[in-house]
C-alpha cells in the first residue's frame, strides 16, 4: 500500500544533495508510562552542506524537540521511540547519532555538531573568565592543545563573532546581553564544527541586536562553511537568514521548502496562515489575519490532519487520512520542496474513498 | 498585543461563526487516565514502608486488648523456648515474651512519633524563620541551632532523663524533640535562603502577599519534601534514642517497650544462656520499623521532584525495556516493527514519508 504516488508527478521527492545532516522517521514520546505522548511522529528532515534551515512553527508544536532529540539532549521523560539520525562526516563517513554510545556521542558533540541554546546567554559560569571558558571546550576535545594554544583560538574566535580580543579576561556580568550570545556562538564554533544548531538563539535580545547577530551568522556560515539549523518563530526573521524553511504543526513538518518559496508561494494553509499572521517588509499593505484557535493537544490527537480544526480549507477526507509529505499539485512546482496536505495529494484522498477537492487559489499562487 | 487564547478557545467551541468551522469534528478523545490522587502510593517502595508502618501502628493502638498475657506477669514457665503457650517463650520471670513485645510497641511509636512531629515542628518555626528574615534574627538563630547540633546529643539525653523524676514515655520524647531539632533546622534554613531569593517569592511580594502568606503559601510547599523525610528521619532517630535509653535502663520506669526487653535479656545474660527468643524478635522489629521508614523516605524522595516523578513510578518498567533515563543522553528504543499499536494509520504514515525505508530497526 503506498499513498504516495501522486499520478502526475514522480514518485519519490528530490533528495537534498549532499546532506550533512539527516533525520529520518524520527519519533519521540514524553513519558514513559503505558500512555505517553507522542510528540514527534515519523519526523524526517535534511539538512545539506552549507545550508541554512529555517525551523519555524507556533510554541510547542516540537521544534525545540526536534532539535533536542537529533542531538540526543531531551531531559527525561523524553524517549525516543524510532528512527534514525545519520550525521555524514566531511570524509563522507555516515554514523547514527541514535546508535553511538556514551563516549563517541561526547566526543562528536561540539566537534561534529554544536548548539546554542534557547537563553543561551545564561549558559555562561559566572565566576569563570569568558577565555577560560572557551579555551576549556577546546581542551576537553583537543587535550594535546596548550591552555596557551587554546586562549589564543580563544582570541581568533572572538574577533570572529566581533568582540575585541582584550575581552577575553572579562566576566561575564561584564558583558552585554548581545555580547554574551555571541561569545556563546563564538565558543559553538570553536571547534570548526559542521552543523551549528540554534535555538531561537536572539529571542531575548532587541531587533537592532538580531539583525546583527543574524548578520554575523550568515557571513561566519559563508567564511566557515557549516550548515545551520535555525530554530525560530520569527518567520520573517527565517525568510531574511535562511536557504530553507521547515515549517512544522503538531509535531509534524507540514511544509518543506527554500524560503522564498515559503513565502511568496506556501503551499500548506498553516504556512499560508503563519505568514499572514505578521505584517510584510515591503510590499503593499495586506490584511492580518492570524490563526483561530491553537494548536491540538498532542496527547489527545486521532487519525487525520492535526491543522483540519483550523484550517480554512479543511473537507470530509481530512478527518480521517493522515496527510503525508508530498511534492504540492502545483505545476511547475520546484520539485523539492513538500506539503503535507490532502489538497496536494489527490492519489491518497482517492485511496481512501473520498472524493479529491482542488488545490485553492490561495495555495497556488505563483 | 496579548491574545487571550481562552476566549478563542471558547469562541471556537461555542460560536461556529468566526472560526473555520468544518463539520469535522475533533476526533473522539483518547481517555487518558489521570493520575489520581493518591499516586504517591503507586511507589512500591513507599507501599512497602506504610503497610510495615501501618501494621506496628494497628499493634500499637491495640496492643493491651490482643496481649495474650500480662506482660509483667511473672509464672513458674522460666526461660521456656516458643511453645503453643508462649509463640515467643518466656523470660527468666516466666513473662510471656509476646505479650512485652505487643504491649511495648505503644511505647516505641508513641515516642517516635511525638518526638517527630514534635522536633519537626520546632525545626521549621526556627529553621524557616532564619531563613526568611535574615539579619540579627537570623544570626541568633543560626547560632543556637548550632550550638544544639555540637552538643553530643545521647550524653545530654541520659543527663536530662536522669534528673527527671518521673522519666515517663512522653518525657523522654519531649527531651529527644529537644535535643533533636537543630539538623532540620539548619537544612531547610539553607534551603528558604534559596527560596527567597526566586523570582516567584519576588513576584508574590510585587503583587503585595503579605510576609505571613509567603512563608505560608509560596515558600513553605516548596519545601514539603524537605520536611517530610526530616520528619521521617527524626521519628527514626527518636524510636533508636528511646531504645538506646532504655536498653542501657534508663527512662523504662514501669512501662514496656523494645528497648526494655534488650535491657531485660541483656541483663540476664540471654545471649550466654542461649535465649535466642528473648531478643531476637524485638531486634527484628526494631530493624523492620527502621526499614519501613526508610522505605517511606525513599518513596519521597523519588516522588518529590515533578519531573522525576514518571521515572520513579515507572521504574520497574523502564528496567524491562532497559531504559536508563539520565541527563544529556535521551535514551533510544527501537520499536519493534508489528509491535507497534498505530495499526494502520501510524503505517500509512510511515510509509508515505519520504524516506521510508524497509531496513528501518
Given at each position: 500500500m503506498t499513498l504516495t504516488t501522486p499520478a502526475g508527478h514522480g514518485s519519490a521527492l528530490v533528495p537534498v544533495k549532499d546532506p550533512v545532516l539527516e533525520i529520518r522517521n524520527l519519533s519521540v514520546d514524553y513519558g514513559?508510562?503505558?500512555?505517553?505522548?507522542?510528540?514527534?511522529?515519523?519526523v524526517s528532515l535534511t539538512l545539506g552542506r552549507g545550508e541554512v534551515l529555517g525551523l519555524a512553527g507556533?510554541?510547542?508544536?516540537?521544534k525545540s524537540t526536534l532539535a533536542y532529540a537529533a542531538t540526543r539532549?531531551?531531559?527525561?521523560?523524553?524517549?525516543?521511540?524510532g528512527g534514525e539520525v545519520l550525521f555524514t562526516d566531511r570524509d563522507g563517513t555516515t554514523t547514527d547519532i541514535l546508535r553511538l554510545n556514551d563516549t563517541q556521542l561526547r566526543a562528536s558533540r561540539w566537534q561534529d555538531l554544536a548548539i546554542v541554546f534557547?537563553?543561551?546567554?545564561?549558559?555562561?559560569?559566572?565566576?569563570?573568565r569568558i577565555g577560560r571558558q572557551i579555551a576549556d571546550g577546546i581542551r576537553a576535545h583537543r587535550?594535546?592543545?596548550?591552555q596557551q594554544e587554546a586562549l589564543e583560538r580563544s582570541a581568533e574566535l572572538l574577533e570572529l563573532v566581533g568582540?575585541?580580543?582584550?575581552?577575553?579576561?572579562?566576566?561575564?556580568?561584564?558583558?552585554s546581553g548581545g555580547m554574551r550570545q555571541r561569545v556563546m556562538i563564538a565558543m559553538a564554533l570553536a571547534l570548526d564544527p559542521q552543523v551549528l544548531i540554534m535555538d531561537e538563539?536572539?529571542?531575548?535580545?532587541d531587533v537592532v541586536m538580531q539583525r546583527q547577530i543574524v548578520e554575523q551568522i550568515a557571513d561566519l556560515r559563508d567564511r566557515l562553511g557549516f550548515s545551520v539549523v535555525f530554530i525560530t518563530h520569527d518567520v520573517s526573521l527565517l525568510i531574511e537568514i535562511a536557504d530553507r524553511i521547515a515549517i512544522m504543526y503538531a509535531g509534524e513538518i507540514v511544509e518543506d521548502a527554500p524560503a522564498l518559496d515559503i513565502y511568496h508561494?506556501?503551499?500548506?494553509p498553516y504556512s499560508s496562515a503563519l505568514l499572514h499572521s505578521f505584517p510584510p517588509l515591503r510590499g503593499p499593505r495586506r490584511e492580518l489575519s492570524g490563526i483561530p484557535g491553537s494548536p491540538p493537544d498532542l496527547a489527545r490527537l486521532g487519525a487525520g490532519c492535526p491543522f483540519r480544526d483550523r484550517?480554512?480549507?479543511?473537507?470530509?477526507a481530512c478527518a480521517t487520512v493522515d496527510p503525508g509529505l508530498t511534492i504540492?499539485?502545483?505545476?511547475?512546482?520546484?520539485?523539492r520542496r513538500a506539503v503535507a496536505c490532502l489538497r496536494h495529494d489527490a492519489a491518497a484522498v482517492r485511496a481512501a474513498g473520498f472524493e479529491p477537492q482542488p488545490v485553492p487559489v490561495e495555495l497556488s499562487l505563483r | 498585543m496579548t491574545v487571550d487564547i481562552t476566549l478563542i478557545e471558547e469562541d471556537q467551541v461555542t460560536g461556529?461563526?468566526?472560526?473555520?468551522?468544518?463539520?469535522?469534528?475533533?476526533?473522539?478523545?483518547?481517555?487518558r487516565r489521570r493520575p489520581g490522587r493518591?499516586?504517591?502510593?503507586?511507589?512500591s517502595k513507599a507501599v512497602a514502608g506504610l503497610v510495615i508502618l501501618g501494621f506496628f501502628t494497628l499493634i500499637a493502638i491495640v496492643g493491651p486488648w490482643i496481649?495474650?498475657?500480662?506482660?509483667?506477669a511473672q509464672s513458674d514457665?522460666?526461660?521456656?523456648?516458643?511453645?503453643?503457650?508462649h509463640w515467643m517463650g518466656t523470660t527468666h520471670?516466666?513473662?510471656?515474651v509476646l505479650s512485652q513485645l505487643i504491649v511495648g510497641t505503644r511505647g516505641v511509636m508513641v515516642v517516635g512519633f511525638v518526638a517527630g512531629i514534635l522536633a519537626t515542628f520546632i525545626g521549621v518555626v526556627v529553621g524557616v524563620t532564619a531563613g526568611f528574615i535574615g539579619g540579627v534574627g537570623d544570626e541568633s538563630l543560626s547560632a543556637l541551632s548550632n550550638i544544639f547540633l555540637v552538643i553530643p546529643q545521647l550524653p545530654l539525653i541520659i543527663i536530662i532523663a536522669g534528673q527527671l523524676p518521673s522519666a515517663g514515655g512522653l518525657t523522654v520524647a519531649v527531651v529527644i524533640a529537644v535535643t533533636g531539632w537543630a539538623w532540620g533546622a539548619r537544612v531547610l534554613r539553607a534551603q528558604t535562603l534559596s527560596l527567597r531569593k526566586r523570582d516567584f517569592v519576588e513576584a508574590a511580594r510585587a503583587n503585595g502577599e503579605r510576609t505571613w502568606r509567603i512563608v505560608m503559601a509560596e515558600i513553605l510547599p516548596n519545601l514539603t519534601a524537605i520536611i517530610a523525610s526530616g520528619f521521617v528521619g527524626t521519628v527514626t532517630f527518636a524510636v533508636l534514642s528511646l531504645i538506646t535509653l532504655a536498653f542501657i535502663g534508663?527512662?523504662?520506669?514501669?512501662d514496656w517497650n523494645w528497648g526494655t526487653i534488650l535491657f531485660w535479656a541483656q541483663s540476664q545474660l540471654a545471649l550466654q544462656r542461649g535465649a535466642w527468643w528473648w531478643f531476637i524478635p524485638a531486634g527484628l522489629c526494631i530493624a523492620l520499623l527502621g526499614m519501613a521508614l526508610t522505605l517511606i523516605n525513599f518513596g519521597i524522595d523519588e516522588f518529590v521532584n515533578p519531573r522525576l516523578r514518571s521515572t520513579g513510578l515507572h521504574a520497574r518498567t523502564l528496567r524491562k525495556r532497559g531504559i536508563r533515563p539520565r541527563i544529556g543522553f535521551t535514551p533510544v528504543v527501537h520499536r519493534a516493527p508489528g509491535a507497534e499499536a498505530g495499526t494502520a494509520a501510524s503505517v500509512a504514515r510511515s510509509t508515505s514519508a519520504p524516506f521510508a525505508k524497509e531496513d528501518r530497526a
Amino acid at each position: 500500500m503506498t499513498l504516495t504516488t501522486p499520478a502526475g508527478h514522480g514518485s519519490a521527492l528530490v533528495p537534498v544533495k549532499d546532506p550533512v545532516l539527516e533525520i529520518r522517521n524520527l519519533s519521540v514520546d514524553y513519558g514513559y508510562d503505558a500512555d505517553p505522548v507522542h510528540v514527534l511522529r515519523d519526523v524526517s528532515l535534511t539538512l545539506g552542506r552549507g545550508e541554512v534551515l529555517g525551523l519555524a512553527g507556533e510554541s510547542g508544536c516540537g521544534k525545540s524537540t526536534l532539535a533536542y532529540a537529533a542531538t540526543r539532549l531531551l531531559p527525561p521523560p523524553g524517549l525516543i521511540t524510532g528512527g534514525e539520525v545519520l550525521f555524514t562526516d566531511r570524509d563522507g563517513t555516515t554514523t547514527d547519532i541514535l546508535r553511538l554510545n556514551d563516549t563517541q556521542l561526547r566526543a562528536s558533540r561540539w566537534q561534529d555538531l554544536a548548539i546554542v541554546f534557547q537563553g543561551a546567554m545564561n549558559s555562561l559560569n559566572p565566576v569563570f573568565r569568558i577565555g577560560r571558558q572557551i579555551a576549556d571546550g577546546i581542551r576537553a576535545h583537543r587535550p594535546e592543545v596548550s591552555q596557551q594554544e587554546a586562549l589564543e583560538r580563544s582570541a581568533e574566535l572572538l574577533e570572529l563573532v566581533g568582540i575585541s580580543p582584550d575581552r577575553l579576561r572579562s566576566y561575564p556580568h561584564q558583558l552585554s546581553g548581545g555580547m554574551r550570545q555571541r561569545v556563546m556562538i563564538a565558543m559553538a564554533l570553536a571547534l570548526d564544527p559542521q552543523v551549528l544548531i540554534m535555538d531561537e538563539p536572539t529571542t531575548a535580545l532587541d531587533v537592532v541586536m538580531q539583525r546583527q547577530i543574524v548578520e554575523q551568522i550568515a557571513d561566519l556560515r559563508d567564511r566557515l562553511g557549516f550548515s545551520v539549523v535555525f530554530i525560530t518563530h520569527d518567520v520573517s526573521l527565517l525568510i531574511e537568514i535562511a536557504d530553507r524553511i521547515a515549517i512544522m504543526y503538531a509535531g509534524e513538518i507540514v511544509e518543506d521548502a527554500p524560503a522564498l518559496d515559503i513565502y511568496h508561494r506556501p503551499r500548506h494553509p498553516y504556512s499560508s496562515a503563519l505568514l499572514h499572521s505578521f505584517p510584510p517588509l515591503r510590499g503593499p499593505r495586506r490584511e492580518l489575519s492570524g490563526i483561530p484557535g491553537s494548536p491540538p493537544d498532542l496527547a489527545r490527537l486521532g487519525a487525520g490532519c492535526p491543522f483540519r480544526d483550523r484550517c480554512a480549507f479543511a473537507f470530509d477526507a481530512c478527518a480521517t487520512v493522515d496527510p503525508g509529505l508530498t511534492i504540492p499539485d502545483v505545476a511547475g512546482d520546484d520539485p523539492r520542496r513538500a506539503v503535507a496536505c490532502l489538497r496536494h495529494d489527490a492519489a491518497a484522498v482517492r485511496a481512501a474513498g473520498f472524493e479529491p477537492q482542488p488545490v485553492p487559489v490561495e495555495l497556488s499562487l505563483r | 498585543m496579548t491574545v487571550d487564547i481562552t476566549l478563542i478557545e471558547e469562541d471556537q467551541v461555542t460560536g461556529p461563526s468566526g472560526a473555520p468551522m468544518t463539520g469535522v469534528m475533533p476526533s473522539v478523545p483518547r481517555r487518558r487516565r489521570r493520575p489520581g490522587r493518591f499516586v504517591f502510593l503507586r511507589n512500591s517502595k513507599a507501599v512497602a514502608g506504610l503497610v510495615i508502618l501501618g501494621f506496628f501502628t494497628l499493634i500499637a493502638i491495640v496492643g493491651p486488648w490482643i496481649a495474650p498475657y500480662d506482660p509483667s506477669a511473672q509464672s513458674d514457665d522460666i526461660l521456656q523456648p516458643p511453645s503453643w503457650e508462649h509463640w515467643m517463650g518466656t523470660t527468666h520471670l516466666g513473662q510471656d515474651v509476646l505479650s512485652q513485645l505487643i504491649v511495648g510497641t505503644r511505647g516505641v511509636m508513641v515516642v517516635g512519633f511525638v518526638a517527630g512531629i514534635l522536633a519537626t515542628f520546632i525545626g521549621v518555626v526556627v529553621g524557616v524563620t532564619a531563613g526568611f528574615i535574615g539579619g540579627v534574627g537570623d544570626e541568633s538563630l543560626s547560632a543556637l541551632s548550632n550550638i544544639f547540633l555540637v552538643i553530643p546529643q545521647l550524653p545530654l539525653i541520659i543527663i536530662i532523663a536522669g534528673q527527671l523524676p518521673s522519666a515517663g514515655g512522653l518525657t523522654v520524647a519531649v527531651v529527644i524533640a529537644v535535643t533533636g531539632w537543630a539538623w532540620g533546622a539548619r537544612v531547610l534554613r539553607a534551603q528558604t535562603l534559596s527560596l527567597r531569593k526566586r523570582d516567584f517569592v519576588e513576584a508574590a511580594r510585587a503583587n503585595g502577599e503579605r510576609t505571613w502568606r509567603i512563608v505560608m503559601a509560596e515558600i513553605l510547599p516548596n519545601l514539603t519534601a524537605i520536611i517530610a523525610s526530616g520528619f521521617v528521619g527524626t521519628v527514626t532517630f527518636a524510636v533508636l534514642s528511646l531504645i538506646t535509653l532504655a536498653f542501657i535502663g534508663i527512662g523504662s520506669g514501669g512501662d514496656w517497650n523494645w528497648g526494655t526487653i534488650l535491657f531485660w535479656a541483656q541483663s540476664q545474660l540471654a545471649l550466654q544462656r542461649g535465649a535466642w527468643w528473648w531478643f531476637i524478635p524485638a531486634g527484628l522489629c526494631i530493624a523492620l520499623l527502621g526499614m519501613a521508614l526508610t522505605l517511606i523516605n525513599f518513596g519521597i524522595d523519588e516522588f518529590v521532584n515533578p519531573r522525576l516523578r514518571s521515572t520513579g513510578l515507572h521504574a520497574r518498567t523502564l528496567r524491562k525495556r532497559g531504559i536508563r533515563p539520565r541527563i544529556g543522553f535521551t535514551p533510544v528504543v527501537h520499536r519493534a516493527p508489528g509491535a507497534e499499536a498505530g495499526t494502520a494509520a501510524s503505517v500509512a504514515r510511515s510509509t508515505s514519508a519520504p524516506f521510508a525505508k524497509e531496513d528501518r530497526a
